[in-house]
């Protein structure tokens, strides 16, 4: 396998028709569920796509790091009790709770509500958005690549150029 479909391999890429997508699937699940936000996130902590009122809460970017950085957390734990890893997390508060779900292996699922729901329903249609979801970042996956992607040949020799005029 080549440098450039191996980096293709280990990024996720969206274009605006995926995006849309996806937060199609978001908004149904905040509909159905009556909650608050909806977040789908990379397992490195980048939104990838956020749905939903967010207000009185932090800031969503540094919420999607730090539920990246639970569910790493977490999947060490899972590793210490012989688990091959957990793939749903919940934590409960006095105003807010959060549920977080794993979907395919490369991104997670947040789901913030408060009393207006409860945790069977925000656990039922994040378990169905999490199917919907996976499916289309499968067909996201095996999409073959634009045409035109990557570097031209010209673009690299210009590179080594001034790679080689720098010393």
């Given amino acids: 396998m080549g440098r450039d479909q191996e980096l293709r391999n280990n ?17 149904a699940l905040l509909e159905l569920s009556n909650a608050k936000v909806a977040l789908l996130i990379d397992k ?25 950085g639970s569910f790493a957390a977490t999947r060490e734990l899972a590793r210490q009790l012989g688990e091959a890893q957990f793939s749903t997390m919940f934590h409960q508060g006095a105003r807010d709770s959060i549920q977080l779900q794993l979907v395919g292996d490369r991104t997670l699922l947040g789901v913030l509500f408060d009393e207006r729901t409860n945790l069977g329903l925000v656990r039922y249609y994040s378990g169905e958005t999490a199917r919907q979801i ?13 045409a035109g992607e990557g570097l031209s040949d010209q673009f690299r020799a210009d590179a080594a150029a001034a790679l080689d005029n720098l010393f």
């Fill in 134 to 146: 996976e499916a289309i970042l499968a067909e996201i996956h095996t999409r073959p690549a634009p």
């Fill in 11 to 27: 990024r996720l890429i969206f274009y605006s028709q995926d995006v849309a997508r996806l937060d199609g699937e978001l908004d």
């Fill in 44 to 68: 490195e902590g980048h939104m990838v796509t956020r749905r939903g009122h967010s207000a009185g809460t932090g800031s969503m970017d540094s919420i999607a790091a730090l539920v990246a």
